[in-house]
């Protein structure tokens, strides 16, 4: 069935409440089509037609528009029509609308499917304003216009049109042509929903979850889950596959925050993961350091990882990790964009030069890289601290005396210029010219640090 038909139908019965008087033959040819008789309907209509009567026109055009009882025939379909809607009957100007915007029996013309739509929608006719909506929202036969598709498809729509309720929907959804408001979007797209309207309801499920999750992160200090949950059970309602997770999750937030040890752990988890949430380190410690006064042993191991891996070393190990790829990836073989990449990395300020806190950090961050490349989750927070601590104590030293041996002009900075050769830029590194030229190994690079931080035993008798 073709988009025609679906739109228009065989809606004679509407004639019957019309306010017109209608001849006895007129009523005669009514009933015989009612009963599916549309040969009678056909010899009784035909004459009335012919001499003018604008209902007879309007459903003789239905009948050759979907061929019941006569061979369909677009062409003269649209004869009926233009004969219709030229005395005003909004029905027939709405459907010889959609044969021009379709090219059905005539040559496809959008600014004339325009005209049409108009003259019926400014009479009220919901099927004729929602198609005027389409048009306008399309840029189709006049300049694309939101605001002016937004009037057009709430005028259907408050008078219960599918499409319009549909369409207000999305503009309210994404503020096309009217202010975003997601509460509003909701309201149509549950109207719509309502009818039958699968994609609405579809909006509708992803709406209401985008609400509930956007409520439960508004909260400055906090999480308002008591909030959020209306919203995600609605949207379990209507068939969001998703919603049921986040149910849980607001139920055992609910219960982490009344002070439930393993929903404070299992909360913990989420923001370490970053599954349901964004993940939040901080905030994952916060609930995790509740979980341990509430005598969940499990919670020690998983605040030491999120120290190690997230808030001490996770930064600055992870834009390593970056490096290393980046070399991989771009500069294969290529010592001079080798060179760049590493000094890019190194220029913290990003002003050319690299200062003494610049190199001192580099050298830190290749210490911490080490330990936590070889250790992995066996890492120990005491450890770790008394590594930190000897590198803050002993690696400025070292710092001091690469920027002394490449600060040819004493300003207490290193430029580019000052690394004389590639050889000595990777003896800076702390790798081989080789190495570098293959892409720095940083695996390699961390064993043998990790190596002889177990010689630095001085700092760790402070301890």
């Given at each position: 069935?073709?988009?025609?038909?679906?739109?228009?139908?065989?809606?004679?019965?509407?004639?019957?409440?019309?306010?017109?008087?209608?001849?006895?033959?007129?009523?005669?040819?009514?009933?015989?089509?009612?009963?599916?008789?549309?040969?009678?309907?056909?010899?009784?209509?035909?004459?009335?037609?012919?001499?003018?009567?604008?209902?007879?026109?309007?459903?003789?055009?239905?009948?050759?528009?979907?061929?019941?009882?006569?061979?369909?025939?677009?062409?003269?379909?649209?004869?009926?029509?233009?004969?219709?809607?030229?005395?005003?009957?909004?029905?027939?100007?709405?459907?010889?609308?959609?044969?021009?915007?379709?090219?059905?029996?005539?040559?496809?013309?959008?600014?004339?499917?325009?005209?049409?739509?108009?003259?019926?929608?400014?009479?009220?006719?919901?099927?004729?304003?929602?198609?005027?909506?389409?048009?306008?929202?399309?840029?189709?036969?006049?300049?694309?216009?939101?605001?002016?598709?937004?009037?057009?498809?709430?005028?259907?729509?408050?008078?219960?049109?599918?499409?319009?309720?549909?369409?207000?929907?999305?503009?309210?959804?994404?503020?096309?042509?009217?202010?975003?408001?997601?509460?509003?979007?909701?309201?149509?797209?549950?109207?719509?929903?309502?009818?039958?309207?699968?994609?609405a309801k579809e909006n509708l499920s992803i709406l209401l979850l985008v609400i509930g999750k956007e409520i439960f992160s508004s909260e400055p200090d906090g999480h308002d889950c008591s909030g959020a949950i209306d919203y995600f059970e609605k949207a379990q309602e209507v068939g969001n596959e998703e919603a049921p997770e986040y149910i849980e999750f607001c139920k055992t937030y609910q219960r982490a925050s009344k002070g439930e040890g393993m929903a404070q752990y299992e909360i913990a988890m989420h923001f370490d993961l970053g599954y349901l949430v964004s993940k939040n380190p901080k905030?994952?410690?916060?609930?995790?350091?509740?979980?341990?006064?509430?005598?969940?042993?499990?919670?020690?191991?998983?605040?030491?990882?999120?120290?190690?891996?997230?808030?001490?070393?996770?930064?600055?190990?992870?834009?390593?990790?970056?490096?290393?790829?980046?070399?991989?990836?771009?500069?294969?073989?290529?010592?001079?964009?080798?060179?760049?990449?590493?000094?890019?990395?190194?220029?913290?300020?990003?002003?050319?030069?690299?200062?003494?806190?610049?190199?001192?950090?580099?050298?830190?961050?290749?210490?911490?890289?080490?330990?936590?490349?070889?250790?992995?989750?066996?890492?120990?927070?005491?450890?770790?601290?008394?590594?930190?601590?000897?590198?803050?104590?002993?690696?400025?030293?070292?710092?001091?005396?690469?920027?002394?041996?490449?600060?040819?002009?004493?300003?207490?900075?290193?430029?580019?210029?000052?690394?004389?050769?590639?050889?000595?830029?990777?003896?800076?590194?702390?790798?081989?010219?080789?190495?570098?030229?293959?892409?720095?190994?940083?695996?390699?690079?961390?064993?043998?640090?990790?190596?002889?931080?177990?010689?630095?035993?001085?700092?760790?008798?402070?301890?």
């Open positions: 069935m073709n988009v025609k038909k679906i739109i228009i139908g065989l809606t004679l019965s509407l004639l019957l409440g019309s306010g017109i008087t209608v001849a006895a033959d007129f009523d005669k040819g009514l009933k015989a089509a009612q009963s599916g008789d549309f040969k009678t309907a056909l010899a009784e209509w035909m004459p009335l037609a012919e001499q003018g009567n604008a209902n007879a026109q309007r459903n003789l055009g239905l009948m050759y528009d979907n061929g019941d009882g006569v061979r369909e025939n677009d062409k003269t379909a649209v004869k009926w029509y233009t004969l219709a809607a030229e005395q005003g009957l909004d029905q027939a100007q709405s459907n010889l609308g959609l044969m021009y915007e379709n090219g059905l029996g005539v040559q496809e013309n959008h600014e004339t499917a325009v005209k049409w739509y108009t003259l019926a929608a400014e009479q009220g006719l919901d099927q004729a304003q929602s198609n005027l909506g389409f048009m306008y929202y399309n840029g189709k036969g006049v300049t694309q216009d939101y605001k002016t598709s937004a009037k057009w498809y709430a005028l259907a729509a408050k008078q219960g049109n599918v499409r319009g309720q549909f369409m207000l929907g999305v503009m309210y959804h994404y503020g096309q042509g009217v202010t975003l408001d997601k509460t509003a979007a909701v309201k149509w797209y549950t109207l719509a929903a309502e009818q039958g309207d699968s994609k905030t994952a410690l916060s609930w995790g350091m509740k979980a341990r006064s509430n005598g969940v042993e499990s919670a020690d191991k998983l605040i030491g990882e999120i120290l190690i891996n997230d808030l001490v070393y996770g930064s600055d190990v992870q834009k390593l990790r970056d490096l290393s790829q980046l070399l991989n990836d771009e500069c294969y073989r290529d010592l001079e964009c080798a060179f760049d990449k590493v000094w890019k990395h190194l220029d913290i300020s990003q002003d050319g030069n690299l200062s003494l806190a610049e190199l001192s950090k580099f050298q830190r961050d290749l210490v911490q890289f080490a330990y936590i490349e070889e250790l992995g989750s066996d890492v120990e927070i005491a450890d770790a601290a008394a590594i930190n601590l000897t590198s803050i104590l002993l690696l400025p030293i070292t710092s001091s005396s690469i920027l002394h041996s490449f600060d040819y002009n004493n300003d207490g900075t290193l430029q580019k210029e000052e690394v004389v050769g590639q050889t000595e830029f990777a003896k800076l590194v702390g790798v081989d010219a080789q190495s570098l030229i293959n892409g720095v190994e940083f695996q390699a690079l961390g064993n043998k640090l990790s190596s002889s931080m177990k010689n630095l035993r001085i700092p760790f008798g402070l301890f």
